[in-house]
């Protein structure tokens, strides 16, 4: 079997991928880098956006109209919520709900005990390391819990032996999920203790943690969020949404409002040295209004943001969000998501300027013309001292260089 892989959407879906990947080298097949080469196209879904279901089937299209005897498998979370147009899809021959890779091995003919393998070496540079899957939250905008289901941990001795490996092969390690901030609740532990056990078990690398609710980090992840840059980086990838607390009530975020957001992100932030903060946020949510963007434009404003992550809302089909009044015109939900990346351009730019003579822990990334540096606190840098190998990690000093942008030179 010759498997061409393509992913949309999160590291979560990533990491799926490498595992697909991993299952099909056990069982003898090749994977290749092009549909033309492909026995089977798998193309793993995100039902975040519309925009991300349309570069779903434009890619679907463009495989058969390219290699029209490829069988296309989709899988992740809008395989999962189609309502047939996927399946009607030219060459689509199986839909796969979520990341069920026993039923992904079913329909490529491979013996399911497979399904068990994980790659020691990813194809990134940052090895993934999903440590649970769904969520029982129920945001009115998300069909990612329509489409994952209900929350479940994986088992920490199985996640301790998959970061070693992974540690052996990559630099930094990523934790990932769907809500890992909800890691261990059905078995009496929590993100921090996990954390915490990699930390002292797994030695050397570098972990960092992808989206977490602020209001979630508890004192013992905050210790390790700020304690060692070496061994957690220092930065917090924290869902906000909006500003306003009666949209954010509307959106059924009802585990925070904006006060207790920003005291828990100005805390975090707060206790010193360099650290990363970042957010999501959705302008043009149903019913929001000029007052209520106003209030998140205040909210951004006052807190130590070093980036952020602006959408317009999509409408999802099955969400609540869709049966909600008030809708808001797409011109004016993209001036507000325009005025915010501004803001959130002037933050990080702000925060780039803040780095410049300072020292960081960098990871080399990327791949050829794209091969860069990640600092601790989530900084793309160009790499001041030549070709340096993709997955390297060294101490930098950081500087302006001649091209204006922030530059890492081996220290």
Known sequence: MKAYLRTFG????????????????????EIVATPGEADVALFNSCAVTSAAEADLRQAVRRATKDHPGIRSVVLGCASARDDGTIAALPGVSDLIAGADLQALASALGIDPSLARVRPALQTGSRGLLRVQEGCDEHC????????????RSRPVDALVREARALAAEHPEIV?????????????GSSLGLLVERLVNEVPRVRFRLTSVEATEVDTRLAELLTSDPARVAPHLHAPLQSGSDRVLKRMGRHWYS???????????????????????VITGFPGETDGD????????RALPFTYLHV????????????????????????DRAAELRALANEKATAHRASRVDGFADVVVVGEGARREGLTEDYLPVAL??????????FAARLEVGADGKLTARVN
Do not use: K, W
């Open 311 to 334: 959408f317009p809302y999509s409408a999802r089909p099955g969400t609540a969000a869709t049966r909600m009044d008030g809708e808001v015109p797409a011109a004016v939900s993209r």
């Open 293 to 300: 963007h106003a209030s998140t434009i205040a909210l951004v």
């Open 384 to 393: 001041a001292d030549g070709p340096i190998a993709r997955r390297s990690r």
């Open 140 to 151: 009115t905008f998300c069909a990612t819990t329509l489409a994952r289901g209900a929350h």
């Open 10 to 29: 999160c590291r979560a879906n990533q990491y799926d991928t490498e595992a697909a990947r991993a299952m099909i080298e056990a069982a003898g097949g």
């Open 258 to 280: 904006a006060a207790s957001y920003a005291r828990a992100a100005a805390a975090l932030a707060g206790r010193g040295g360099t650290f990363a903060l970042g957010a999501d």
């Open 175 to 187: 934790i990932t999920g769907i809500h890992i901030g909800s890691y261990g609740r059905e078995c």
